[in-house]
């Protein structure tokens, strides 16, 4: 939650490169620059809103952005902080700052830099919450395309533009920032920093410029949590049927993430007409993540339920006591993580433009590798036999779940035992190599064709997974090996989660104990498992290879489109029409495995699986702005994008499960076709003033290849193709269980945006300025492969009906204030697919920000942020009824200093 109040920073513009050379002046430019000679206030600020506003205006997209107000002072900690404010852009946060965004309810977003499709390891994206904000120029929300942009995401498109040289006055440029975050659960201080360097100077060669921007942030976190999770139907002994969630459990997560970066770019204009750019950078992540849980599960299938009480629905489990004289699964669950990525990036541009012609031609190689290794323990407070669930109690206002454990004592050490322990270690690594080339060539500068473009692009990409797992049971004479045999018991301490004034803490030996006593863990389960000991003889798990695989692709396309333009009467009409053919090929290997038999000891027999794909597509864009008069104008457009399949959802493995009454084959799904989507979209715009607009869009978006997982039942023909005889099986029924394409998907809605500086008003009060925006989705409908039975059961999960921001801003050229108010509303976070009734759903969210920021002398600015002033916490329930609460989190409250400076 370290997002700070960008407010006024954070306003709708557009930022996209003009296809062609447009009249030398038209009546609409003439008007603004009229306009913007009556104030001689063009930067901070008031510069940045004007700046946005005027690209928007005169875009050929539907398009938002985040503008910097300069090198250094964007003031939002990442990339997807930044966007929390865009219209029609939804946010997750977790683990102190923004996660991950949908656009217009969709999540399927491609992700560029500075133009050129750029992905993390075996991803189609990379994470956007890796990107600090003093990387950035701007950041722009593509929310339709046209035929030379890459395709890729059906949900649209953000584009991380970062700082060039020639970005930036000549001379030589020193910018960057200090910062310091406090937040009030963690206790702890964050620190950010940043420092650029650039000079860009005449030669004998032509003017050279150089930039290297480097940033350093680490982010502290913790949240604490109650929750429930997975409702099943069950059956009771009386014969009747509840519903009642999987586990239960009080838990803390914290831990945080270093992230260094760099960029390094060189520009070189030789002429008028000639230009190259060379650049190269890097984005890393590492994190030390630490999960503290206790707990109690597999309820619907162990033991039995006693003391039942349901919900006002006679059917959902609200409390009960589930016991068992053998044992409840139930305990202490203490899981650390280490994760790691590493993205390193190359582009090579040249731009030549002679006369009529313009010829820009490109090649990127990156290359990226993301992983982590996993330990996890869990022990016992003791034997458990017995413990009460509420999981509506009053700990928390809105209701949340209550666990107490009967006839053990929590404080007790000396009880606790070693229950199991389990360390995985997985990643993904990926090359790739693109190459475009795009000719503009400028046909009538008054006809009705404008200028032609055609281009073309190769891309190839190879990319591997690995994973691998292990469990260890220690036992000591059959029972249960005590605590205190454990390597790390030394450093054993009590720990709790601080919601409610609930009280409940539990031992367990932290995360980052056990991982540092590893090798020694290792050695331990050797001697306490002997059945595992060879599993555990390693470094690291030996290979899952269902998890496993290795994939080639390629990708070539190739477009056409005009810009054109033409005047009815007074009012002028512009715009661009063109298509893109795109053919992706490839292939990946795998492999499937089938239990074995005595003919070889009952060991699985393991496989090569390999898969090939190939499809194509054709893409049409088109979009028209009719401009009524200098100050408004209707924008048009139809489009058409694609989403391809992820390769871990598509890599040729299966596991043939054959030793039931009817077999079952769990696989991945090779034929798995890509997500389309038609869009067609309007946008009535109406600016006015410096910086004001007044604006209002529409959209219809159809796509088609949503996802879903299930089990269905499959043909003979089916299971033959993996191997499987099913005459040979009584039951005479067989089941594929895997990630499918679902049916279409609908989605519909509006947005809206008023923004203006008070120029009109008298004295002090001109220095204020308002920005408030909303979006609403009328319908989000995917058609899923099961009755419409329930409310909610077709509702697109990360999809909120509701988004809106308000912003209050003073500025001048030494002191600025912002306050600022994101509002989100509910929304289905999944689909539970066992139970989709019971999906999980997030409440409405929402955030107030406030800033004020002092500059005493030209080169320096003062800052002081505060964000989540209101201490919202995150409330999550079961069912678009609230069938029954799921739990909640909480989000810290924090308070930021820091220092920007440039010279």
Do not use: C
């Not at 059956?235 to 831990?255: F, T």
Request: net charge negative; aromatic share 12%; no cysteine.
């Amino acid at each position: 939650m370290l997002s700070t109040a960008l407010t006024s920073v954070i306003v709708i513009g557009v930022a996209a490169p003009a296809l062609a050379q447009e009249k030398a002046k038209t009546d609409s430019e003439l008007s603004d620059q009229a306009e913007a000679k009556t104030d001689i206030v063009v930067t901070g600020v008031r510069g940045a809103v004007v700046a946005a506003t005027d690209t928007k205006k005169k875009s050929k997209q539907i398009v938002d952005s985040v503008v910097a107000e300069d090198a250094g002072k964007l003031p939002d900690n990442n990339v997807v902080d930044a966007l929390a404010r865009v219209t029609g852009v939804q946010i997750d946060r977790a683990r102190g700052q923004g996660q991950s965004l949908t656009i217009r309810g969709l999540a399927e977003v491609q992700t560029t830099v500075n133009g050129n499709n750029t992905n993390l390891g075996d991803g189609r994206s990379l994470n956007l919450a890796d990107i600090p904000a003093e990387l950035l120029k701007q950041v722009d929300v593509y929310k339709t395309r046209t035929a030379d942009q890459v395709e890729g995401g059906i949900a649209g498109t953000v584009n991380v533009e970062l700082r060039r040289p020639f970005d930036l006055k000549k001379g030589l440029t020193v910018a960057g920032s200090v910062r310091g975050s406090y937040d009030d659960i963690s206790e702890k201080v964050s620190p950010y920093g940043s420092l650029l360097l650039a000079d860009r100077f005449d030669t004998g060669i032509g003017e050279i410029g150089f930039l290297v921007n480097a940033s350093y942030t680490k982010t502290n976190y913790r949240e604490n949590y109650i929750e429930s999770e997975s409702p099943f139907e069950v059956d009771l002994a009386n014969g009747s049927q509840v519903v009642i969630p999987y586990r239960a459990y009080y838990g803390i997560e914290q831990g945080n993430v270093k992230r260094p970066s760099i960029n390094a770019v060189l520009q070189w204009r030789a002429s008028d007409k000639l230009d190259f750019v060379l650049e190269g950078g890097y984005l890393g992540s590492r994190e030390k993540r630490s999960v503290e849980r206790l707990y109690v599960q597999d309820m619907p299938f162990v033991g039995s339920l006693s003391n039942i009480v349901l919900m006002p629905d006679g059917r959902t489990v609200k409390s009960a006591t589930y016991s068992n004289a053998t044992g409840i699964p139930a305990g202490i669950d203490t899981q650390y993580n280490n994760f790691h990525s590493n993205l390193y990036t190359t582009n090579f541009e040249t731009h030549f433009n002679s006369g009529i012609m313009h010829l820009n031609a490109s090649a990127q190689y990156n290359w990226s590798n993301e992983g982590n290794y996993f330990v996890e323990t869990i022990i016992r407070p003791g034997t458990l036999t017995s413990a009460n669930i509420d999981f509506a109690s009053n700990v928390y206002s809105k209701g949340a779940p209550s666990i107490s454990f009967n006839g053990v004592d929590l404080s007790d050490i000396s009880k606790y035992v070693v229950d199991r322990f389990q360390d995985n270690h997985g990643g993904s690594k990926n090359k790739e190599f693109s190459a475009q080339a795009d000719l503009t060539l400028d046909i009538m500068p008054d006809g009705l064709l404008r200028s032609l473009q055609v281009g073309g692009r190769f891309n190839r990409r190879v990319t591997s997974r690995y994973y691998g797992y292990r469990d260890g049971f220690p036992r000591v004479n059959g029972t249960y090996a005590p605590l205190s045999t454990f390597p790390g018991f030394d450093s054993a301490s009590l720990v709790g989660p601080d919601i409610g004034g609930s009280s409940t803490e539990w031992y367990r030996i932290p995360g980052s104990v056990v991982m540092s006593n590893i090798d020694a863990i290792r050695e331990y389960i050797q001697q306490y498992d002997p059945a595992n000991a060879t599993r555990f003889s390693s470094v690291y798990p030996p290979s899952d290879n269902g998890q496993t695989f290795n994939s080639t692709e390629h990708n070539f396309a190739a477009y056409i489109q005009g810009n054109y333009a033409f005047d009815i009467g007074s009012i002028q009409v512009d715009g661009i029409a063109g298509v893109r053919y795109t053919n992706t090929w490839g292939k990946s290997v795998s492999y499937n495995y089938r239990p074995g038999d005595a003919t070889n000891g009952y060991q699985d027999i393991v496989q090569l699986s390999p898969g090939f794909g190939n499809y194509f597509d054709l893409l049409p864009s088109f979009s028209s702005i009719i401009h009524f008069n200098p100050k408004t104008q209707l924008r048009l457009s139809y489009t058409t994008n694609v989403s391809r399949p992820g390769f871990y959802d598509m890599r040729p493995f299966y596991y043939a499960e054959t030793r039931g009454t009817s077999p079952v084959v769990y696989a991945g799904n090779p034929n798995l076709k890509a997500q389309r989507e038609h869009s067609f979209d309007a946008s009535a715009e109406y600016y006015f003033g410096r910086g004001g607009q007044i604006s209002v869009a529409g959209y219809y978006k159809k796509a088609s290849g949503f996802l879903y997982y299930s089990r269905e039942e499959a043909s003979a023909s089916e299971l033959a193709g993996y191997g499987i005889d099913l005459s040979q099986y009584a039951s005479g029924v067989g089941y594929v269980e895997q990630l499918r394409n679902a049916g279409d998907g609908t989605f519909i809605g509006m947005e809206g945006t008023v923004q203006s500086f008070f120029d009109f008003l008298p004295g002090i009060l001109k220095n204020f300025g308002a920005s408030l925006n909303a979006s609403h989705i009328f319908k989000a409908r995917i058609e899923y492969p099961y009755p419409e039975d329930f409310p909610g059961a077709f509702d697109s999960p990360n999809t909120s009906k509701w988004t809106a921001n308000a912003t209050l801003f003073y500025d001048t050229p030494q002191f600025s204030a912002r306050v600022a108010y994101n509002y989100r509303s509910s929304y289905r976070m999944g689909i539970w697919t066992t139970n989709p009734e019971y999906s999980p759903y997030q409440g409405s969210t929402s955030k107030l920000d406030a800033a004020i920021n002092y500059t005493p002398v030209a080169f320096m600015t003062l800052s002081l942020e505060a964000s989540n002033i209101l201490g919202n916490d995150v409330y999550r329930y079961h069912g678009s009824q609230e069938l029954l609460p799921l739990g909640v989190r909480t989000l810290a409250r924090t308070v930021q200093g820091s220092v920007r400076f440039r010279f």
